[in-house]
């Protein structure tokens, strides 16, 4: 990372890559069509109203021909796609949904040693609200940007608004170079972002996550996960810091099964994977 | 506290068996007032006196949920028939069913499966409802409920006319045999010290994690002997110590949407 006159330029994997042609008065009436879609809202990871929706995978057949199913429903969202990246490098295309207030816990998606995907985010519809954050970083997306995230590093998401956030979440084959999956390889940019400035904790806001322990029990220890996951949002800090609060917590309780929670939930969020 | 067990009724293990593995794998609906997994579904529906079982291929699904429903039950006084069901953390946030003195509806659970983590509570007290038993829950009072295992609990609710008393409720008196001791959860008083942890959160608090601090707050007395309704007044002075004043204003929207205007 290095410092400019208005907060922090990251240069880490996540970038602004591109643009998404889409006009989004035209695309209302496919955003409209998400809501009916058969949403999961990946319990343990949402909080709230975060839910995904698997649109479409490499397995169904080409993209292009998608003619039933939930992409045949987008059809101008398709359409644009298609037009702009290489959809033969595709392996999945999700929707990502948060319909007013909601987000998801800290996590890593895979390690960087084995990607599963070079994983595009391109909001449909969002507003400033709306925040993501990468490591010790917090930025927002803007519609129709397609931003490549570097899911091996602890990220999450949240939209602290009422309104809803869609984003469209393109996976591609990670071997792919991120120029070549764009149709036209010059049409690729490549920024890095801007990090949201934030205050750094005071020994109070610390003081307040540990004195959890005072109250920490195996009822709520997954609500105390979901409340200092929303901390690196208003505080300097890394987003995984939550995980190491969590141990502090369960270990000043003195609750041997809170310690064993922690650790589970770590190694749920952070890994390392199976896979 | 005033929900009690009026009894319990008779249900088919082997009838059940086949229709919970069903319930489980149910898409159900969400409810903004919930946290974690806690879904409903409605099974009966309509503008009383003519609720009837709602005609698609979910409840149409539950045969066995029917028949515990219509035999044991005053089927024309019925509102409203759903399933409630919480795991993993689920639970609903304290609130009160309605705030004026006349009854909105006369409410009745009936665990179909459950477990000792699925717990409800009324004011201060706390409670476990089992299997076949026939609760009366009182609306009027702050209450909460949810399941802190892995395994669903699911629950049968029924909602009747307000009007009707609740011995009329059943088809007869037969349907029902007598209410064991019910088991209520003994906790420890809040401490000091914990009340201290709780207000301190106030070094953490802002307007986006708000939510989440009333979503733990309100598991605070599943484990201590305080009624649920603490959590909006906790809440409340948390955010009345911050420099922001929307944060209090929100704190008092939210006490007196789940509570009613005036609660103390």
């Not at chain 1, 990251?10 to 035209?26: E, F, N, W, Y």
């Not at chain 1, 909080?47 to 057949?61: F, I, R, T």
């Not at chain 2, 509806?105 to 179909?112: D, K, N």
Request: with cysteine; hydrophobic share 40%.
């Amino acid at each position: 990372m290095t410092m400019n006159d208005g907060g922090v330029i990251c240069t880490s994997g996540t970038q602004l890559v591109g643009r998404l042609s889409i006009d989004p008065q035209r695309l209302a009436p496919e955003i409209k069509a998400t809501e009916s879609f058969p949403m999961d809202p990946s319990v343990g990871y949402g909080v709230g109203s975060w839910c995904k929706c698997l649109v479409w995978a490499s397995k169904m057949g080409p993209l292009d021909t998608a003619k039933s199913g939930l992409a045949a429903s987008l059809p101008m969202l398709m359409a644009a796609i298609h037009e702009t990246f290489r959809v033969e490098a595709i392996n999945h295309l999700q929707i990502f949904s948060i319909k007013g207030r909601g987000f998801i816990l800290p996590h890593r998606d895979w390690v960087p040693a084995r990607p599963l995907h070079t994983r595009l985010h391109i909001p449909l519809q969002t507003n400033e609200q709306c925040l993501h954050a990468e490591e010790a970083s917090v930025f927002h997306m803007s519609e129709g940007e397609a931003w490549v995230v570097d899911a091996s590093l602890t990220h999450s998401a949240a939209n602290f608004s009422e309104a809803n956030r869609i984003h469209v979440v393109v996976d591609f084959d990670p071997e792919v170079p991120v120029h070549e999956l764009f149709r036209v390889p010059g049409n690729c940019e490549s920024a890095p972002f801007e990090s949201i400035d934030r205050p750094k904790p005071t020994s109070d806001s610390l003081d307040a996550i540990y004195g959890l322990a005072e109250i920490a029990s195996a009822r709520n220890f997954q609500r105390i996960a979901d409340m200092l996951a929303t901390v690196h949002y208003d505080r300097q800090v890394n987003c995984a810091a939550m995980y190491d609060w969590l141990s502090e917590i369960a270990h000043r309780s003195g609750e041997a099964k809170l310690v064993d929670l922690a650790a589970v939930l770590q190694r749920r969020y952070l890994g390392p994977f199976d896979f | 506290m005033n929900a009690r067990c009026m009894g319990v009724i008779s249900l088919s293990s082997d009838l059940l068996a086949r229709e919970i593995p069903i319930m489980e794998s149910l898409r159900l609906s969400s409810c903004d007032d919930a946290v974690g997994p806690w879904i409903h579904r409605s099974l009966w529906a309509g503008d009383h006196p003519k609720a009837e079982p709602i005609k698609d291929e979910v409840r149409e699904q539950f045969p066995y949920l029917d028949q515990v429903t219509s035999d044991n039950f005053r089927t024309e006084q019925i509102l409203s028939v759903r399933i409630f069901c919480a795991s993993r953390g689920g639970y609903i946030r304290p609130h009160r069913d309605w705030t004026g003195s006349e009854r909105a509806f006369t409410r009745l659970h009936i665990p179909l499966q459950t477990n000792g983590e699925a717990l409800n509570s009324e004011d201060d007290s706390v409670y476990h409802m089992g299997v076949g038993e026939v609760w009366y829950l009182d609306g009027s009072r702050p209450h909460c409920g949810g399941c802190f295992h892995e395994s669903p609990r699911i629950h049968l609710i029924l909602d009747f006319a307000p009007d009707i008393p609740l011995t009329e409720l059943f088809r007869d008196s037969a349907c029902i045999s007598a209410a064991p001791q019910p088991t209520t959860v003994n906790r420890d008083p809040l401490t000091s010290r914990q009340l201290e942890a709780i207000h301190g959160l106030a070094g953490i608090v802002t307007e986006k994690n708000l939510s989440p601090t009333l979503n733990l707050l309100s598991l605070v007395h599943f484990d201590r002997q305080v009624t649920s309704a603490s959590a909006y007044d906790w809440l409340i002075t948390i955010a009345g110590q911050s420099p922001d004043p929307a944060l209090l204003s929100r704190a008092k929207q939210l006490k007196s949407a789940y509570l009613g205007p005036g609660w103390s």
